[in-house]
């Protein structure tokens, strides 16, 4: 489902000079595997995951999706492949103000498959926000604008699932039942899921946690 061979990212820095923050050699990903990963922050890891999802350009490398190489494509055919193939949690939500909880799942399911106002309600009812439906962001707390995001990424049964800390503006209650549902839900449709973070609650959730520095040889 994934693979990443010799991806590299550097930054210019405040001096001038380059900083290398990824250099990942080779990183795979099977079908419906759940994989977590750990990693501080400032470490690189979110780095790493706008370059599986083309948000970022790598500066040399490949990551393959599905069969589809995204570094080699085009901006927007980059675009159309994540809409297609990807769900993302970011950590700092990226929901859209001006809409309501309802329209934020249904916006995103546009740039796939299609708008599913049925799906989109189920699974904001999965997440605790069957009443919240018409609300905007601004109106919720941090923990619920974090579980719209889960909804959104879900919504279009993508093939793989890219979670940034999907946990950390959540309390440990609403943590554990986000983190199940994005697992259950990915299972249900087959995806694979790269979970990044450093909660160790959240980890321990995980078999076989890789710390993110044993695969990006920059943090080294």
Do not use: W
């Not at 400032?42 to 790493?48: A, L």
């Amino acid at each position: 489902m994934l693979a990443v061979a010799d991806l590299k990212k550097s930054f210019l820095s405040p001096e001038g000079g380059r900083v290398e923050i990824v250099r990942v050699p080779a990183f795979t990903l099977a079908a419906g595997g759940q994989q977590a990963l750990r990693g501080e922050s400032g470490s690189g890891k979110t780095t790493f995951l706008h370059l599986i999802a083309g948000i970022l350009a790598a500066d040399a490398g490949r990551v393959e999706i599905d069969g589809a190489e995204m570094t080699a494509l085009s901006e927007p055919k980059r675009d159309r492949l994540r809409a297609e193939k990807l769900g993302y949690i970011f950590q700092t939500f990226n929901l859209l103000q001006g809409y309501t909880v309802l329209e934020n799942v249904v916006l995103g399911m546009s740039f796939g498959p299609g708008a599913d106002r049925p799906r989109a309600r189920e699974l904001l009812g999965r997440v605790g926000l069957g009443h919240r439906l018409d609300h905007f962001p601004h109106q919720l707390s941090t923990g619920q604008q974090q579980r719209v995001a889960v909804a959104r990424a879900l919504a279009n049964r993508p093939k793989l699932v890219l979670a940034d800390e999907p946990t950390g503006n959540l309390d440990r209650k609403h943590a554990r039942e986000s983190l199940a549902l994005i697992r259950e839900v990915c299972r249900e449709n087959g995806a694979a899921l790269l979970l990044v973070s450093h909660d160790e609650a959240t980890l321990a959730e995980f078999e076989g946690v890789r710390d993110f520095k044993e695969i990006n040889s920059a943090a080294g």
